[in-house]
């Protein structure tokens, strides 16, 4: 295609576009790494994947994290535009760009500076301990509730779950490259937070000590050394606590080709800002699905293959999953308790080729 010779012209003139960027880009992406660029071809804007990562990531432009992220950056797109953007999934070999998306913009410059993009923007994580939902609330919340996207509240299920989580949460703290990616991408200073990607420590809900602590594990040789002794054993523990007393758990299921992964990204997003403008609180879950991918992929560590391969099963059975379907994200819902700090994002312009 002939890229459009006027492009900067028509991004500085037209301010929509780099709001229009500005807003979208708050969809939800693994660790706050937001890796998409956008660029103009002719008169349609094009979103893909981007990595702009300094250090190795578990998560490629093809992994099942980044396609969810990817589907919920395309619903944020329609819910702007209230139109569809046209989407293009391509064949998972060509790992530069598996996929793009596509908007006349013409679409984004008739965008009324008026309209009130709030409850998109305002989409956040809590990561601290909830109160229960109201009774009104949940049975509007089970009345939408679908076969893909299963609310849970029986103790018994959501403690079985958390065993699972618990589990998996194990294996993932045993793992030399989640560990450091995990690290890398930990902002510890307001000034580095500043940068606009990555997690801020303070977005955390560590306990008293739990940045120093957090700091001091960083190397991964320290890490490594107190496991000998089951130090991961405690940081999975701490870390599923307040899943394992969540007032309720709503777990997105469905099958594993390319497009429902994406679907469901779209799904999870939509849900998401939903349940923030009722005031529910929303902290995200992928530990299972994520030690689940890596054992199909072969990086687990043999010592924990047969733990997590029943951990699997437990799963399926409790889910009621088919063999072609999988879990893809779970959500720990329910009334805050705490106004949480909000990650921060990168500028428009940084997005732009």
Not at 308 to 323: C, G, W
Not at 347 to 353: D, I, N, S, V
């Amino acid at each position: 295609m002939q890229v459009h010779k006027n492009w900067q012209a028509t991004f500085y003139k037209n301010m929509e576009v780099t709001e229009f960027i500005s807003i979208v880009t708050t969809a939800p992406t693994a660790d706050n790494s937001q890796p998409w660029r956008f660029f103009c071809t002719g008169d349609q804007l094009n979103a893909t994947y981007h990595s702009r990562s300094m250090s190795p990531s578990p998560f490629t432009s093809c992994s099942h994290g980044t396609i969810i992220a990817s589907g919920a950056l395309h619903h944020t797109m329609e819910a702007v535009t209230s139109k569809s953007v046209h989407c293009r999934l391509l064949p998972l070999d060509n790992k530069n760009t598996p996929w793009s998306l596509e908007i006349p913009l013409n679409v984004i410059s008739s965008i009324s500076h008026k309209i009130d993009f709030s409850d998109i923007t305002g989409r956040h994580t809590n990561r601290h301990r909830f109160q229960p939902i109201p009774n009104d609330l949940l049975v509007n919340l089970e009345k939408c509730s679908s076969p893909n996207a299963i609310i849970l509240r029986e103790r018994s299920i959501i403690k079985e779950l958390s065993d699972c989580l618990r589990l998996c949460s194990e294996a993932r703290f045993n793992d030399k490259e989640l560990h450091e990616w995990l690290f890398s991408s930990l902002r510890w200073t307001d000034q580095e937070a500043a940068c606009g990607t990555g997690l801020d420590i303070s977005t955390l809900n560590l306990p008293p000590g739990g940045r120093s602590l957090m700091h001091f594990l960083s190397p991964w040789i320290r890490m490594r050394f107190l496991n000998r002794f089951g130090f991961y054993k405690i940081m999975a523990t701490a870390d599923t606590q307040l899943f394992s007393v969540a007032p309720a758990i709503i777990a997105f299921c469905g099958k594993k080709k390319l497009s429902d992964v994406w679907d469901a990204g779209k799904q999870i997003q939509k849900t998401w800002i939903a349940l923030n403008q009722q005031g529910i609180a929303v902290h995200p879950y992928y530990a299972i699905t994520d030690i689940f991918t890596r054992l199909h992929q072969g990086k687990l560590t043999p010592r924990w293959e047969a733990s997590i391969k029943k951990a699997e099963k437990k799963l399926t059975d409790l889910l009621s999953l088919r063999s072609d379907e999988q879990l893809h994200m779970l959500l720990r819902i329910g009334m805050p308790t705490v106004t949480p700090t909000l990650s921060r994002r990168l500028p428009a312009q940084a997005f732009l080729e």
